[in-house]
């Protein structure tokens, strides 16, 4: 039985900001797609009487870039405020119990079988 006492700060807020910049980008890839069937639908049913620029479904592709920046940056400040309080919970319970296994790990080792002929 192990008892998890502390989590790593940097190293768990770089994991969340990573984590959230990819969640940012597949956010942002649905979406571009989504607005983008919904702004030809808007435009094909006004007959394109409207500019581009009124459409209140125009998406800018620029999205995909500035999304995973903003998710990313908010996800490693939550973790940066988040992993602190969470280590002073586990300081104030004593940690968390963790039943690990460990597994045992076999070595396989490889024997050439040459033929003495085949080198004469």
């Not at 959230?20 to 435009?43: K, W």
């Not at 319970?93 to 024997?111: A, R, T």
Request: zero cysteines; aromatic letters at 16%; charged letters at 10%.
């Amino acid at each position: 039985m192990f008892i998890l006492n502390k989590i790593g700060v940097v190293k768990s807020a770089l994991f969340m900001g990573i984590f959230a910049a990819v969640i940012g980008f597949l956010f942002a890839l649905f979406m571009g797609i989504v607005f983008s069937i919904f702004s030809s639908i808007f435009m094909s049913a006004t007959s394109g009487l409207m500019a581009e620029s009124v459409n209140p479904f125009s998406f800018n592709w620029l999205f995909l870039i500035l999304f995973p920046i903003l998710y990313g940056l908010g996800g490693l400040i939550v973790g940066f405020i988040f992993v602190p309080l969470s280590n002073l919970v586990l300081k104030i319970v004593k940690g968390i119990d963790l039943d690990l296994q460990k597994m045992e790990v076999q070595e396989v080792s490889v024997i050439q079988k040459t033929n003495k002929n085949f080198y004469q």
